[in-house]
Each structure stands twice: as C-alpha cells, then as structure tokens.
C-alpha cells in the first residue's frame, strides 16, 4: 500500500476550540467537522488535481482540507477574521495550494482571483447564499461561463427551488434560472445534525454544470419575463404578461395556451418566449 503524504491535521474540534471559534449566527456560520463526509462533497466536482477552485466562507478550514487533500489549487474568502490564523495554519501544510482572502464574497471578484476554468465549492452562508449563486448563474456564457462547476450547500429549501421541475410548489424564477443553460441536481442531502451548531432545517449539496446556452435568447429577456410569469403565479399567463411588451404575441407564436399558469410552463418552453419576444 502506498504511504499517505497527506499531512497529518488537528481535529477540527481542536482547531475550532484552540482558535475559540464559536459559532456566530450573524454570518450563517454552521461547521461541518466529519472529514468523511467533507472528502464526499469535495469528491462531487470529480477530480480536482492541480485544478483552480473557489470557495466563499472556509470557516475553520473543514471543507477547505478536503478540497486541498483532493489537490486544487484554492482561493478561500472568509468574513470572519477570527478564522485566519487557523486558515494560515492550513496554508502552511498545503504548501502552495492555498490563498486565503479576508473580506466579503459579495465584494470579490471571484473570477479574477480563482481564474478561469475554476471549481465553485461552498458550504454557504444562508444570508448571502442565494445572492451569490445568482450572481454566479448570471455569468457571461462565452460559450460556457468562466466557472466548471458550482457545488454548494444549501438550506434544502432553497436546494429544491434550484433543482425544481415545472407543476412543483418549489419550481419559479430560480430553476428557470438554475437550468437554462445548466444541469443543476441535489448530489447530497445532509442531516441538520452534521452541522455544528445544527441549524433549524435539512440542507443539501447542489451541483451545477454549465452547458451552452440556447442561441438568440437574452438573459435579460429571460429575467423579465419569468419575473413577469412567477410575480402573479396563481394567474393565467394572459393576466400576469399583460403589461411585458411583446411577450403574449411570442406565446401565442410559441403555440402555449395563455390560460396556462407560471408554474405549468417548461423551461424550454420559457426559453423559446423569450427568444421570439427578443426577435420582434
Ligand atoms: N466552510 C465551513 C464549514 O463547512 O464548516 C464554514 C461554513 S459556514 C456555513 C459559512 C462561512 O461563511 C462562515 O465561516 C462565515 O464566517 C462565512 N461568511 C459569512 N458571510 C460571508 C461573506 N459575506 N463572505 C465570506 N464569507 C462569509
């Protein structure tokens, strides 16, 4: 058997208690300290050997590790300045894989710090999580964005809007937004008690993989007219895009009923709207 030169590391319980790390709500801080469950999510992108990776929120350094010991090369941005010194420990036993910034992740450029091609790996904080993943989703496709792939932890509530299909409570504006150029599916459901402290709700891991966008269609337009669609969702689309120019002739071009409501309608059929409503 080969020898394991993966260097050897405290506990994360050790790292959290020599660093006096208790936890605060105020930035969504909920650790995950079983490494073996930290090597699974990291494994979710497939291999990452010397690959670029992004992660928002290291904390005391638990998902971190498991990104190092699966071999990328990492820029952390963390909030909590409390985390550094711990996080500069981590640094010193990955020699050259790890850059850790301190500041906000709604403030970073991501991808001019992690660099194109980059894995995307999180376990969020729930106050900006979704802020971040739009943003991200909201990338230029050229023809692909500049990120791999985004794997992150969610509320589970929130993981299902992400991944919902059409007729669902949870289907709305983020499917649509999670799926037209993307496959996005739940890759893990993780126990609240796996958390520390464990938060209120279930959570779970989506992966993200970017595909190429549909020609002729405007994200904007898209935006719009599912803010349209999903603003009055117990309306038939005649009622709620009424007020949208353009977007009831591009359904009746697109052959959908307008008696139909929000939450019936495809993702592709939202595309092929949106595409006819940016040809008039
Ligand atoms: N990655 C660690 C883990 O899995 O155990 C911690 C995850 S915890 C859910 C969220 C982390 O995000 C915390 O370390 C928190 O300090 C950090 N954080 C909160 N808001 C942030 C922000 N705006 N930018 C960067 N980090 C933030």
Not at 57 to 78: K, M, N, S
Not at 166 to 195: C, N, T
């Amino acid at each position: 058997m080969a020898a394991d030169t993966r260097p050897a590391l405290p506990p994360l319980r050790d790292v959290i208690a020599a660093h006096r790390l208790q936890a605060s709500k105020a930035l969504g801080q909920n650790f995950l300290l079983d490494e073996q469950l930290l090597d699974r999510i990291a494994a979710i992108p497939g291999p990452l050997k010397d690959a670029p990776a992004f992660e928002v929120g290291p904390g005391p350094g638990g998902l971190t590790r498991a990104i190092l010991r699966a071999g990328a090369r990492l820029v952390a941005v963390e909030r909590d300045a409390r985390c550094l010194p711990a996080l500069a420990e981590l640094a010193e036993a990955f020699p050259a894989q790890l850059r850790v910034i301190s500041g906000d992740a709604m403030q970073v450029d991501a991808r001019a710090e992690a660099g194109d091609g980059a894995h995307i790996i999180a376990n969020l904080p729930y106050n900006v999580g979704t802020a971040l993943l739009v943003g991200w989703l909201s990338a230029a496709w050229e023809p692909l964005p500049w990120w791999s792939s985004l794997t992150l932890m969610f509320q589970m509530e929130v993981a299902e809007r992400i991944v919902a299909r059409p007729d669902s409570d949870h289907y709305g504006r983020l499917a649509v937004l999670g799926q037209w150029r993307s496959d996005a599916r739940i890759a893990m459901k993780v126990h609240r008690s796996a958390f520390t402290p464990p938060p209120k709700v279930m959570s779970a891991v989506v992966h993200i993989t970017p595909k190429a966008a549909p020609q002729g269609v405007q994200l904007k337009t898209l935006e719009r007219l599912t803010a349209a669609a999903f603003g009055q969702r117990r309306k038939m689309l005649r009622q709620s895009l009424k007020g949208l120019p353009g977007a009831l002739e591009a359904l009746e071009a697109a052959g959908i009923d307008p008696q139909r409501r929000a939450e019936t309608v495809s993702v592709d059929e939202y595309v092929e709207v949106a595409r006819l409503m940016d040809r008039v």
